[in-house]
């Protein structure tokens, strides 16, 4: 920055620095011959009535970065519609999901493993209450210590639902009752998605029989037949759970193939192949046109071939979940007021410091470009905070790792093999079967393989694809191989813990950069 004297310092990222008698005799003693370092020096900061920063959302995106602003030296609010405080995430989404997946799937060990294991276990049964509330416990815990986070840090935080009034102004209806006026020189929208409900509207949600992730979460019972609409992430990962319970379980999607967006083709074959053995069903290519409550309580779903529109199928079922994507949740936010622009796709549109089309307003998250992950929102809430007070905003989103949450989990970050051609690029595969990784070995754990994709020409990681019990622990050392540019060779010469299923991914950066492997 140029000072007001003409010299020229670094922008600091944390600024004013901490406290010091040592820093608080030297900037006294400069104060008095240099105006231009008393700018520096004053905290041009909020009065007591009005805050720096006011974020509206209190989910991954929202609560991190009213935390860092905190840290910061910003005087900061955060504004949330829930009683408790962590989003669609904590309260209704990654987190319940993942207690339920990893008590089914020990369910589904004893009922289907432990004796082979030398493990006798007879009578296993499942308690569908205990293990709902193992799920509430942990949410609550969470949640929970957000509140703890906030209070230590110093972040306010309003119970209530926050509309823009103005560039600096908020109009928040409190959950108590009344309303309360916000002002601040920034505010950030975090707000996240919400569910997509059925195109067309043919399917209502109703949260009991038809129930979108949030009614999955919370049945009562184990329907004997659940239908799936959508074989993305978050169909697969719940598909999973009642199907380890003792549901027969149907996965009904629109595409070709199972994963979504962005998995690569092979990765998502295999997959499929392993969820079938676990008893999955799947229609692929196959359009959802509507469905009908009979009078015995059964559902019945029709169907359509997608390319063979005259080929139809009822499919019937005792519970039905609509799986089929995330929206932005801009409701009640006023941006028409303000002139907050968003996109063809609803989207609110930000530059690379996400900003908005109003300066002092940002946005983050699930509300802007980019996927609609928790990780990929915290990372953005962070920088962006920082980028207020002078830092550099920079996130590659093609860095940002998937991870499905099934067993064995699906990893993945950078380009598939498709992506790849599609670009032009020339690349080099390498694979390593997890049946020939020791540590899977050992735990009896074999399905799956680590794939890697490197330049033809420079050897740098282009894209790494797992299926393996850890695998969305694995992804991590390749997402950091990635942000850095390294080769796969860097990849393979450092040194991997034995046994462990990490030194499958080593080896397939040893194919990828050498052509062999040396366990394969």
């Not at 692929?284 to 139809?312: C, F, M, R, Y």
């Not at 932005?328 to 002139?339: A, E, F, I, R």
């Not at 063809?344 to 002092?360: A, E, L, M, W, Y």
């Not at 007070?389 to 949450?405: C, E, K, Q, R, T």
């Amino acid at each position: 920055r140029k000072l007001a004297c003409g010299s020229s310092v670094e922008s600091p990222v944390c600024w004013p620095p901490p406290y010091s008698p040592t820093m608080h005799r030297f900037t006294t003693s400069v104060l008095a011959r240099s105006p231009a370092a008393a700018l520096l020096t004053r905290r041009l900061y909020a009065t007591q009535a009005e805050y720096d920063l006011a974020v509206i959302g209190a989910g991954p995106g929202g609560y991190v970065a009213a935390i860092k602003a905190a840290q910061l030296g910003l005087k900061t609010v955060c504004i949330e519609k829930r009683d408790t405080l962590g989003g669609t995430c904590l309260n209704v989404g990654c987190i319940p999901s993942k207690s339920l997946l990893h008590n089914s799937h020990i369910y589904h060990q004893a009922t289907h493993e432990f004796k082979s294991r030398g493990i006798k276990a007879d009578n296993v049964s499942v308690d569908l209450p205990v293990m709902l509330a193992a799920k509430d416990k942990a949410v609550k815990q969470l949640t929970g210590g957000i509140e703890y986070l906030f209070k230590k840090n110093g972040v306010d935080r309003i119970a209530g639902t926050g509309s823009l009034v103005s560039a600096n102004q908020i109009d928040c209806k409190l959950n108590a009752g009344g309303n309360q006026t916000i002002k601040a020189k920034r505010i950030l929208l975090a707000t996240g998605s919400e569910v997509s409900p059925f195109p067309g509207g043919a399917i209502k949600i109703d949260e009991q029989q038809i129930v979108s992730s949030t009614g999955a979460l919370a049945l009562q019972s184990i329907p004997k037949r659940l239908l799936v609409i959508g074989g993305g992430v978050i169909g697969l990962e719940l598909g999973s759970v009642w199907g380890r319970l003792g549901s027969k379980v149907t996965v009904v999607e629109f595409l070709g193939h199972i994963g979504g967006a962005g998995i690569d083709m092979e990765v998502s074959k295999n997959f499929q192949r392993i969820l079938k053995k676990q008893g999955m069903n799947f229609k692929l290519g196959t359009k959802v046109t509507g469905a009908t409550k009979a009078a015995d309580g059964s559902i019945e779903v029709q169907t359509v071939d997608a390319a063979n529109p005259d080929k139809k199928e009822a499919l019937q079922a005792d519970v039905v979940l609509v799986a089929v994507g995330r929206r932005p949740y801009l409701d009640s936010l006023g941006l028409d007021k303000v002139g907050v622009k968003v996109d063809n796709k609803g989207r609110v549109t930000v530059n690379d410091h996400f900003q908005t089309n109003i300066p002092n307003i940002y946005a983050i998250g699930d509300i802007i470009q980019g996927p609609m992950l928790a990780h990929k929102a915290e990372d953005e809430g962070i920088i962006c905070v920082e980028g207020m007070l002078g830092g550099h905003p920079h996130i590659d989103y093609n860095n940002v790792p998937s991870v499905v949450y099934t067993f064995p989990e699906v990893a993945w970050v950078g380009r598939s093999e498709e992506q790849l051609k599609a670009e032009g690029i020339e690349y080099r595969v390498g694979t390593f079967a997890m049946a020939a990784n020791s540590r899977a070995k050992c735990n009896d754990e074999t399905e799956g393989f680590v794939k890697v994709l490197g330049d033809k020409k420079t050897d740098r990681m282009l894209g790494c694809y797992m299926i393996a019990p850890a695998a969305g622990e694995m992804i991590n050392e390749a997402a950091l191989a990635m942000e850095y540019g390294a080769s796969c060779e860097d990849i393979a010469r450092v040194c991997h813990a034995h046994p462990t299923q990490s030194e499958a991914f080593r080896e397939a950066a040893l194919t990828a950069y050498c052509g062999k492997a040396i366990n394969s």
